[in-house]
């Protein structure tokens, strides 16, 4: 097939639809990833790309034995789509919106857990989003911190909440809350049952094992020094699962354990030197901050954010 860029046709509907298609390939890596995420089978996605691929006479992908990669000619396409279906969400909602009413959809990425945030904020956002005229359509995903923060970067995601700020270029951060932070361990662990309420001895603390938290790459250094790690988990609730085991001892946030310790299984170690707080963050790309639906969506959790501080 050639990969000449002469002659590209007029778009119409069915060619911004196969670029949609194409998109959905593109980001899930593959055509049987994306049978799931598009709701067809991979020999109709495969279909609709070659399709595409004779209307633009450029070669997308490679396809085959050795597995799915983009062309440079389809990531230039992959790109200049993201640019188009942009623009077009921009143009449905700046026309709805000089009618007073919101359009178009918005793709919202939050961090696991945030439902056990004291006031649950983003759902309140979510219904204050709800309430304004229009009918724009919110697709909303959970993932971890870095995870929501490189979705917004790589376009998945219209706006992020998430406490990963790795100051990426382009994309706008805006506190919205606080994370704060403490040292747990199972109601079962030794450490527990050998605390009298005071400060813990440094000969209880060599015995223990730290479960590390994968995406902070290393055992935070409290009283001066590293602990024991033979643990690592790459999300907050497999940290938790290490501590409800009662061998490890970890750090949490403090409204993923609160319903734990309300129970009785987990306690919070009285180290107030391993207490520290992160930023609840929301994230979008600076040029979409004029889009209307992201302007909505960030007033509004922003304003649920500061609600429940006020209410605390």
């Known amino acids: 097939m050639s990969t000449s860029t002469q002659g590209i046709p007029p778009l119409h509907d069915v060619d911004i639809r196969l670029l949609r298609i194409f998109k959905s390939v593109v980001e899930c890596k593959g055509f049987s990833a994306a049978e799931e995420t598009l709701g067809v089978g991979r020999s109709t996605i495969s279909k609709h790309v070659a399709d595409l691929e004779d209307r633009l006479n450029i070669r997308l992908c490679e396809r085959g034995r050795s597995g799915f990669t983009v062309t440079p000619h389809g990531q230039i396409v992959y790109e ?18 000089a009618k007073g009413r919101l359009s178009g959809s918005i793709n919202l990425w939050v961090m696991d857990n945030t439902q056990l945030e004291r006031g649950n904020p983003l ?3 979510l219904k204050a989003f709800k309430r304004r005229p229009g009918s724009a359509t919110i697709n909303v995903n959970t993932a971890g911190p870095e995870a929501v923060e490189d979705a917004v970067f790589n376009r998945q995601a219209n706006v992020g909440v998430t406490i990963a700020n790795s100051d990426m270029p382009g994309l706008t ?14 109601t079962d ?13 440094d000969a209880l603390l060599n015995k223990c094992d730290f479960a590390t938290r994968g995406y902070l790459r290393s055992v935070p250094t409290i009283r001066g020094r590293h602990w024991t790690s033979t643990a690592v988990a790459f999300h907050v609730e497999a940290t938790l699962q290490l501590i409800l085991s009662g061998q490890y001892i970890g750090i949490l946030p403090d409204h993923i354990a609160h319903p734990w310790v309300v129970n009785g299984r987990v306690l919070k170690l009285p180290m107030p030197e391993a207490e520290d707080s992160t930023t609840i963050s929301l994230v979008f790309r600076t040029k979409s901050k004029s889009l209307p639906v992201v302007t909505a969506m960030a007033e509004d959790i922003a304003e649920a954010y500061r609600h429940a501080r006020n209410q605390q």
Not at 173 to 186: D, F, I, K, P
Not at 189 to 201: F, N, P, Y
């Open 189 to 201: 662990h030794d450490l527990a049952r050998s605390l009298d309420g005071k400060r813990i001895d």
């Open 123 to 125: 759902a309140a956002a």
């Open 173 to 186: 951060y805006r506190a919205v809350g606080v994370e704060t932070n403490a040292l747990y361990c199972s």
């Open 80 to 97: 200049a789509t993201i640019e188009l279906l942009d623009s077009l969400d921009h143009f449905r909602s700046r026309v709805a919106l």
